[in-house]
C-alpha cells in the first residue's frame, strides 16, 4: 500500500480526535474573533459618541460664554441671536440668580434639558442637550447662568450613527424606555432586552447575534445611549461543522482498527502541536522523522508556525505603534491650539505607520493655492526649500488635481502629470482633507466626493512619498492616510472655530472695534512696549456729544446707526497699527503708538472734523432717511508725560475729555502735565523729552535744558499716519 493510501486510511481511521479539535478550533475561534472584532468596533463608536457629544458640549459652553461675555443685557441678547443665527445653538436662555429666565431666543426646544456637566434635569423625555455657565458681574458676584443647547432628536441620532457606524438608541429614564433610535424595528426589542445587562464598558450579545453596549450617562458622556453591531459570524456554522465530525467519525470507525499503528504516530505528533496552535502557542513544532509525504507535509507546518508568528508578531508590533501614534495624537489634538505641531504629529504618525520615507501637509489658501505647512524627509533629493516653498496651484498637478476633485491617488510617480513646484519621487499617495459641512472646491454646498469620503469643503492635502522598500502604497496605506486626514481636517477646523471664538470675545459686535476688555491688555501691552524703546504712547478718550438726545428723538436702532458710522469714520482715519476700541455707550478710546501730543492733536482734529462736518442719515419716523449732525469731544494724553501708567494715562485723558466737555464741546484738550517732583533725576539721553511748546514730540533724545526757540508749526500729517515724529517699522493688527 503507498503512503498516499496508508495517509488516506489514517486519515479516515483517526479523524475523530483532529477533526474535533479542528471544529471545535474553528467555531470557538469564530465567535471570539467575532465577539473581538464586535468589542472593538463597540469601543471606537463608543469614543466616536463620546468625542461628538463632548464636541458638542464644547460648541454649547462656547457659545453660553460668548452670550456671558457682555455685560448689558442688549449685548447678551444680540450675541444670543447672532449664535442661533450662525447655527452654533438652537436655543440660548439667561436666568437671574433666583432660577427664573430673564431672556430666551424664540423657537428652542422645551424644557428639561440634558446638562452637559451631568444628567437631565428631571426624569423623562429630555429634547435638547445644554451647556451652562455662570453670569458674573465686574466684581465677580453670580447674577444668574447662560444656557445653550441644541435639541436631541432623530436627526441627532442619525449624526450619531453616521460618527460611530453603530446602531444608536437614546434611553428615556429607564433601561427598557426609548427616546429617540436608529435601530430597524425587527432588532429593537432584542437590543433593549439585552441593555440592562450592559454595565460599565460590558458587551452583550443579542438572541440574534447582535452586540449590545451602553454609553453613558457619565460626567463626560450625559446622554443614556444603547450602541449595537451586527455580527459577522457566518450562518449555519454549527451544523455544517457538526455533520462533517459526524461524517468523520463513522468512516474513521471503519478502518481506526487496522491502518493506526502505521499511521497514528506522526499523526499524533501533527495534531499535537496543531492543538498547541489553537492554544495560541507559535512556538509549537513537529519533528521531521522521514523525508516522505509526512516529512514534507511536517516541514511545512513547521514553516507555517514559524511565519505566522513572525506575521503575528509583526502586527501587534504595528497595532501597538499605531495605538502609541493616535494615542498621542489624541492627546495633542485636546491639550493645544498650535496647529503647526498638531500637523507635524499627523505627519510622522502617517509616516511612521506606513512605512513612507518622506510627506508633506499642504493647505489651501484664499489664492487658490496649496502651499506646504510641514514636510518630512524632503530635504536632498526632493526638496530644496523650506515647506512653506511647496506650491501647487488648485488643479495643477498630482495635488492639485486631489484638492480639486477630492479622489485620492497613489501609484508610480509620471514627471509628465506632475506639477513645476511638487516633490519628486518614485512613488506616492495623497489624501484630501475637507472640514464637514462645507463646500467642495468649485463651490457646491454640502457635496459628496467621488470616492465616498463624505461632504466639506477642501482644507488641503496630506501627501506621502517612497514607501520603504521600493513597493507601491496599497488600499491600506489609504485607508490609514484617510484616518490622518481626518484629524488633520479637524485639527484645522477646530483652530478656525477657536480663533472665530477668541475674535468674538475681543470685539464689539455694534461696531466692529475692540472692546473694553482688550482695551486693558492692549493699553498694558503698549506702555511696556513704549517703555522698553523709550517711544510715546498718546491716547484718546472719545465722548460723542448730546448722544442721548439722538436715543429720545429718533429712537435706539438710529443710535446703533450713529454709533456704527462713527466707528466706520475712525477707523478712516487712523493708521493701521493704531488702535480703536469701544468702552461703552458712546465712549471710545483710541491708543496711537509712536505718536506725541502734536500728532495725537492732528488725529483729534481730524476726527472732529470727518464727524462734524457730515450729518449721518438714520431712518426717520416715517422711514426716510433723515441727517443728525453729531459732533465729539476727545481728550488727549500722553505716556510718559502725563502719567507713567496704563490706567493713569488713561485716567488723564478721561480728564482732558471732561475740559473739552467743558470748553463746549466739539473740541479737543490735552492733559495738563504731571506735577515734576522734588527731586530730579540725571537726564538720560534714551528716553522721549518734551519741547518747550509743552506739546512732546516723539523720537526727541538729546538731554538738556528745554528748548528755547520759536515754536515751529506742526508738520502736514503723512498719508499713513499721525505721529509728527519718526515711525519705525512694525507689524500690523487685524481689524
Known amino acids: 500500500m503507498t503512503l498516499r493510501g496508508r495517509l488516506t486510511a489514517a486519515f479516515l481511521a483517526v479523524v475523530l480526535g483532529p477533526v474535533l479539535l479542528g471544529a471545535f478550533f474553528i467555531g470557538s475561534t469564530l465567535t471570539a474573533l467575532d465577539r473581538s472584532r464586535a468589542t472593538e468596533r463597540l469601543g471606537l463608536a463608543a469614543a466616536a459618541a463620546r468625542t461628538s457629544v463632548d464636541a458638542l458640549c464644547q460648541q454649547l459652553r462656547a457659545a453660553a460664554d460668548a452670550v456671558a461675555l457682555h455685560a448689558d443685557p442688549a449685548g447678551r441678547s444680540a450675541a444670543a441671536e447672532q449664535l442661533v443665527g450662525r447655527g452654533l445653538a438652537a436655543a440660548v436662555t439667561v436666568t437671574d440668580g433666583t432660577g427664573r429666565t430673564t431672556y430666551a431666543t424664540a423657537g428652542g426646544p422645551a424644557a428639561p434639558w440634558w446638562d452637559c456637566s451631568g444628567g437631565p434635569a428631571t426624569a423623562g423625555a429630555v429634547p435638547a442637550l445644554a451647556a451652562r455657565v455662570e453670569l458674573r458681574d465686574r466684581a465677580g458676584v453670580g447674577l444668574g447662568t447662560v444656557a445653550a443647547a441644541q435639541p436631541v432628536d432623530a436627526g441627532f441620532l442619525a449624526r450619531l450613527r453616521a460618527a460611530t457606524g453603530a446602531g444608536v438608541t437614546l434611553l428615556?429614564?429607564?433601561?427598557?424606555?426609548?427616546?429617540?433610535?436608529?435601530?430597524?424595528?425587527?432588532?429593537?426589542?432584542?437590543?433593549?432586552?439585552?441593555?440592562?445587562?450592559?454595565?460599565?464598558?460590558?458587551?452583550?450579545?443579542?438572541?440574534?447575534?447582535?452586540?449590545?453596549?451602553?454609553?453613558?450617562?457619565?460626567?463626560?458622556?450625559?446622554?443614556?445611549?444603547?450602541?449595537?453591531?451586527?455580527?459577522?459570524?457566518?450562518?449555519?456554522?454549527?451544523?455544517?461543522?457538526?455533520?462533517?465530525?459526524?461524517?468523520?467519525?463513522?468512516?474513521?470507525?471503519?478502518?481506526?482498527?487496522?491502518?493506526?499503528?502505521?499511521?497514528?504516530?506522526?499523526?499524533?505528533?501533527?495534531?499535537?502541536?496543531?492543538?498547541?496552535?489553537?492554544?495560541?502557542?507559535?512556538?509549537?513544532?513537529?519533528?521531521?522523522?522521514?523525508?516522505?509525504?509526512?516529512?514534507?507535509?511536517?516541514?511545512?507546518?513547521?514553516?507555517?508556525?514559524?511565519?505566522?508568528?513572525?506575521?503575528?508578531?509583526?502586527?501587534?508590533?504595528?497595532?501597538?505603534?499605531?495605538?502609541?501614534?493616535?494615542?498621542?495624537?489624541?492627546?495633542?489634538?485636546?491639550?493645544?491650539?498650535?496647529?503647526?505641531?498638531i500637523l507635524r504629529l499627523i505627519l510622522h504618525s502617517a509616516i511612521a505607520t506606513t512605512g513612507a520615507r518622506a510627506g508633506a501637509v499642504l493647505l489651501l489658501d484664499g489664492g487658490g493655492e496649496l502651499v506646504g505647512q510641514c514636510a518630512e524627509g524632503l530635504d536632498g533629493r526632493w526638496l530644496r526649500a523650506e515647506p512653506a516653498a511647496l506650491r501647487v496651484p488648485l488643479g495643477a498637478g498630482v495635488l492639485g488635481a486631489v484638492a480639486a476633485t477630492g479622489v485620492p491617488r497613489r501609484g508610480r510617480w509620471e514627471p509628465a502629470a506632475a506639477s513645476a513646484g511638487e516633490p519628486r519621487c518614485e512613488t506616492y499617495v495623497a489624501v484630501p482633507f475637507a472640514a464637514p459641512g462645507g463646500t467642495d472646491p468649485v463651490g457646491r454646498v454640502g457635496a459628496e466626493p467621488p470616492d465616498g469620503g463624505g461632504p466639506g469643503a477642501a482644507l488641503g492635502v496630506l501627501a506621502l512619498y517612497d514607501r520603504l522598500g521600493g513597493e507601491e502604497f496599497d488600499d491600506d496605506d489609504l485607508g490609514t492616510l484617510r484616518t490622518f486626514a481626518g484629524h488633520a481636517a479637524v485639527a484645522v477646523d477646530n483652530v478656525r472655530v477657536h480663533e472665530e471664538a477668541q475674535r468674538l470675545s475681543l470685539t464689539d459686535p455694534l461696531t466692529g472695534l475692540w472692546n473694553r476688555r482688550y482695551l486693558r491688555e492692549s493699553l498694558r501691552r503698549e506702555v511696556e512696549r513704549a517703555s522698553r524703546f523709550g517711544r510715546m504712547l498718546s491716547v484718546l478718550a472719545l465722548d460723542l456729544d448730546r448722544f442721548k438726545e439722538v436715543n429720545d428723538t429718533w429712537g435706539h436702532a438710529a443710535g446703533d446707526t450713529v454709533l456704527a458710522e462713527f466707528a466706520r469714520r475712525v477707523r478712516g482715519e487712523i493708521r493701521e497699527v493704531d488702535l480703536a476700541f469701544r468702552q461703552g455707550g458712546e465712549e471710545f478710546v483710541l491708543l496711537l503708538p509712536e505718536t506725541d501730543a502734536r500728532g495725537a492733536a492732528i488725529v483729534a482734529e481730524r476726527l472732529g472734523a470727518v464727524v462734524r462736518d457730515s450729518p449721518i442719515p438714520v431712518d426717520g419716523q416715517s422711514g426716510a432717511p433723515v441727517p443728525v449732525r453729531v459732533t465729539v469731544s476727545i481728550g488727549i494724553a500722553v505716556y510718559p508725560d502725563h502719567a507713567t501708567t496704563g490706567q493713569r494715562v488713561l485716567d488723564a485723558a478721561d480728564d482732558a475729555l471732561y475740559a473739552a466737555k467743558a470748553a463746549g464741546r466739539d473740541t479737543y484738550r490735552v492733559a495738563e502735565p504731571r506735577p515734576r517732583p522734588l527731586t530730579e533725576e540725571i537726564a538720560v539721553p534714551a528716553g522721549a523729552a518734551s519741547p518747550a511748546d509743552g506739546l512732546p514730540r516723539a523720537g526727541a533724545a538729546e538731554p538738556g535744558p528745554a528748548r528755547t526757540d520759536p515754536v515751529r508749526p506742526a508738520p502736514a500729517p503723512s498719508p499713513g499716519g499721525a505721529s509728527s515724529g519718526p515711525h519705525p517699522p512694525r507689524q500690523s493688527r487685524g481689524r
Open 172 to 341: 428615556d429614564g429607564g433601561p427598557d424606555r426609548v427616546a429617540q433610535t436608529t435601530e430597524p424595528t425587527d432588532v429593537r426589542d432584542a437590543v433593549l432586552a439585552a441593555a440592562p445587562a450592559t454595565v460599565g464598558d460590558r458587551v452583550v450579545e443579542t438572541t440574534d447575534g447582535r452586540y449590545v453596549r451602553r454609553v453613558g450617562p457619565s460626567p463626560d458622556q450625559p446622554l443614556p445611549l444603547v450602541l449595537s453591531v451586527p455580527g459577522e459570524r457566518p450562518p449555519g456554522r454549527w451544523p455544517a461543522l457538526a455533520g462533517a465530525v459526524l461524517l468523520a467519525a463513522l468512516l474513521a470507525v471503519l478502518v481506526a482498527g487496522r491502518l493506526a499503528r502505521v499511521t497514528t504516530r506522526p499523526l499524533v505528533e501533527l495534531a499535537g502541536a496543531v492543538d498547541r496552535v489553537a492554544r495560541g502557542d507559535l512556538t509549537a513544532r513537529v519533528p521531521v522523522r522521514t523525508r516522505d509525504e509526512l516529512g514534507r507535509l511536517a516541514g511545512a507546518f513547521n514553516r507555517m508556525a514559524r511565519e505566522t508568528g513572525t506575521y503575528v508578531a509583526a502586527l501587534t508590533s504595528s497595532r501597538d505603534q499605531l495605538r502609541g501614534h493616535l494615542g498621542v495624537l489624541g492627546d495633542t489634538l485636546a491639550s493645544t491650539h498650535d496647529l503647526q505641531r
